[in-house]
T-cell receptor
């Protein structure tokens, strides 16, 4: 079974702190994603990566950065946490078939971040 | 740009009722994929189905069935004889081709289904 693991289930940080959310997948997937989930807004893509060291902005990248130094790990960084970044963060990964697109995305259990 | 609309924010049914969750999408791509995910109270999204745009056959998996109609850009999800364990938020999603040939997913806002005993 595909396993996508997020380092923390719950996190409380102070305004202005630099926050790292870590995600690891164990199925050698090329694609990795960070989504943010807020009530009434569904899932919104923050950043994604289709290869090591490659990253693309999603729909709401402001205030975030990412790092992918190894294929299995994709980190989301909040440079200076703010209260409006209080949310559920979901990591996902998928396998890329070069000739027929990607598989379905597999999700981690989510990190509920509260910025106070 | 890709867009997914799930017009039903919340649905409440009584156990054993059938329920249909609506999904309407917008895309300019000729090849695309549609997905349904379930998010139970535990929070982790569970994949239910992936459907290729060239395959309009309806799909049935146990009590779950999906109706894909390109003419109306809809991909609706029906649960037959609903059970309390079906209570969850259900998301419809559409593929959006990106850099390197990869796909990212564009999600609808979700439909919260509550099945009461």
């Amino acid at each position: 079974d595909v396993k996508v693991t997020q380092s923390s289930r719950y996190l409380v940080k102070r305004t202005g702190e630099k926050v790292f959310l870590e995600c690891v997948q164990d199925m050698d997937h090329e694609n990795m994603f960070w989504y943010r989930q807020d009530p009434g807004l569904g899932l919104r893509l923050i950043y994604f990566s289709y290869d090591v060291k490659m990253k693309e902005k999603g729909d709401i990248p402001e205030g975030y950065s990412v790092s992918r130094e190894k294929k299995e790990r994709f980190s989301l960084i909040l440079e200076s946490a703010s209260t409006n970044q209080t949310s559920m963060y979901l990591c996902a990964s998928s396998f890329l078939y070069r000739d027929r697109g990607s598989t379905e995305a597999f999700f981690g259990q989510g990190t509920r971040l509260t910025v106070v | 740009a890709q867009k997914v609309t799930q017009a039903q924010t919340e649905i409440s049914v009584v156990e054993k009722e059938d329920v249909t969750l609506d999904c309407v999408y917008e895309t300019r791509d000729t090849t695309y994929y549609l997905f349904w995910y379930k998010q139970p109270p535990s929070g982790e999204l569970v994949f239910l189905i992936r459907r290729n745009s060239f395959d309009e056959q309806n799909e049935i998996s146990g009590r779950y069935s999906w109706n894909f109609q390109k003419s109306t850009s809809s991909f609706n999800f029906t649960i037959t004889a609903s059970q309390v364990v079906d209570s969850a938020v259900y998301f419809c999603a559409l593929s959006d081709f990106a850099q390197g040939g990869s796909e990212k997913l564009v999600f609808g806002k979700g439909t919260k289904l509550t099945v009461n005993p």
